[in-house]
């Protein structure tokens, strides 16, 4: 899997979020769910300037989300998500630098609704990617993080996060998509396939579901292999 220490997610879309019921651009409503869409639609955008300019957008209108109610969990999300993708169009060694603003965006919605899926999400990708860093760009991280924010990442909380994501939206693609991955990297090779198993079965709902599909189709082939 691509080094992606902020793959919120996720990248992605992790969380279903309610459509604006007005045309009030200035809405909390209207910028989480602008928010939503802009990362749904960058995130498989051939066009790099395209994708980049989608991101940045995404990123705007969650940062005036969390900025007009501060205390609900769809804006931080949406900003960490948002952050999260557009750090995917910089180098590893870039990306790193956005991992903290990511842990606690991710944090400040949990704290704000602890049984939010797509905050678990991005927390069980969080604590996978650093622990898929290599040594030098670990040491990076740590310097970037503090010791605190970077000692929590391990292999256990990546798990328990993405379980937890699952178990909460178990119709997700997405969520099954990043725990198959994680169970890869910890060697529970029939895990993983159960999960990419369940994908290939599993309706298309999420914007992006059909690319999640296909990556996970591949990533199983190369599991058999």
Do not use: C
């Not at 909390?28 to 928010?35: G, P, R, S």
């Not at 991101?55 to 609900?72: G, H, I, T």
């Not at 606690?104 to 704290?111: F, G, I, S, T």
């Not at 969520?175 to 309706?203: G, N, S």
């Amino acid at each position: 899997m691509k080094f992606s220490i902020l793959a919120v997610a996720a990248i992605v879309g992790v969380s279903r979020v309610a459509s604006a019921q007005t045309t009030d651009t200035t809405s909390y409503a209207w910028l989480v769910k602008a928010a939503h869409d802009a990362v749904d639609r960058g995130e498989f955008d051939p066009n790099k300037d395209e994708r980049e300019a989608l991101f940045k957008r995404a990123e705007d209108y969650a940062r005036r989300a969390v900025a007009a109610n501060p205390n609900d969990a769809e804006g931080h999300f949406e900003l960490a998500r948002a952050i999260g993708r557009r750090a995917l169009t910089m180098g590893a060694r870039d990306r790193v630098k956005f991992a903290g603003v990511v842990h606690d965006e991710a944090m400040a919605a949990l704290k704000a609704n602890p049984k939010h899926a797509g905050a678990l999400h991005v927390m069980g990708v969080w604590n996978a990617e650093v622990m898929r860093l290599n040594g030098f760009t670990r040491m990076i991280a740590k310097n970037l993080l503090g010791g605190k924010t970077f000692g929590e990442a391990s292999w256990d909380n990546a798990q328990r996060y993405l379980e937890d994501a699952v178990a909460i939206e178990p119709n997700r693609i997405t969520h099954h998509l990043d725990l198959a991955a994680v169970y890869a990297d910890r060697d529970a090779k029939d895990k993983a396939i159960e999960q990419y198993e369940w994908i290939a079965r599993a309706p298309v709902v999420d914007a992006n579901d059909a690319h999640y599909k296909d990556e996970a189709a591949s990533r199983l082939r190369d599991l058999r292999r």
